[in-house]
């Protein structure tokens, strides 16, 4: 197992290996496993870089994103401006109902709200506006509208991250109760742990998963 320090070091490394971040404004603070990134940086896209990049790095337990975003005065626009590209991106993600997402922006902050069929049109939606000039933030406010019986459809939600994940997958268990899905377990690293959430957010029917896996060796 990492000691903080070694986890540190590795983090460090990962940031400044990442193309997209400026690892010298980012620092990073490790205790019992838990990395805190804090600093500032022009983009959110280059937050979530960070983030990602810390999250690659095997032996972090959870992390913590202490990271601003300061826009540069010259990439500053109006809000009215923001929510016009936000309407437009969405347009042109044809997969979403019509007029199935609102839209509010305050200070550069996007607030999506309204239901949806499927939790891939969620995080498209979120991800279609997220990376935009003046963009500060993305709160999702959009919720799933269950269709079928999420108790019906278990045994599909335990198949899948069997198919796709580690052999350990095997150790994963899956509580439905309603439309909402509890995963329990421990898997070896986060894109594993990542596959099998996606994997019950992929059912039908599904409006909430709780994801209780532990990542560790």
Known sequence: MKTDTQLQQDVLAELQWEPSVNAAKIGVKVVDGIVTLAGH?????????????????YGVKALATDIDVS???????????????????????TFLPKDSVKVTVEAGWVTLSGPLNWEYQRQ?????????LSVTGVSDQLVIKPKVAASAVKTDIEAAPKR?????????????????????????????????????????????????????S
């Open 164 to 216: 796709h994940a580690h052999a350990d997958a095997q150790k994963i268990s899956v509580e439905v109760r309603g439309a909402d899905v509890t995963l329990t377990g421990k898997l070896p690293t986060w894109a594993e742990r990542d596959m099998a959430r996606n994997a019950a957010w992929g059912t039908p029917g599904v409006c909430n998963v709780i994801d209780n896996i532990t990542v560790g």
């Open 41 to 57: 940086v022009d983009r959110h896209a280059e937050k979530r870089s960070a983030e990602h990049a810390a999250q690659r790095v």
């Open 71 to 93: 826009l540069p005065g010259s990439s500053k626009r109006t809000d009215g401006d923001i929510a016009r590209s936000v309407e437009n991106a969405l347009q042109w993600t």
């Open 124 to 132: 498209s939606a979120a991800s279609a506006v997220r990376y935009l």
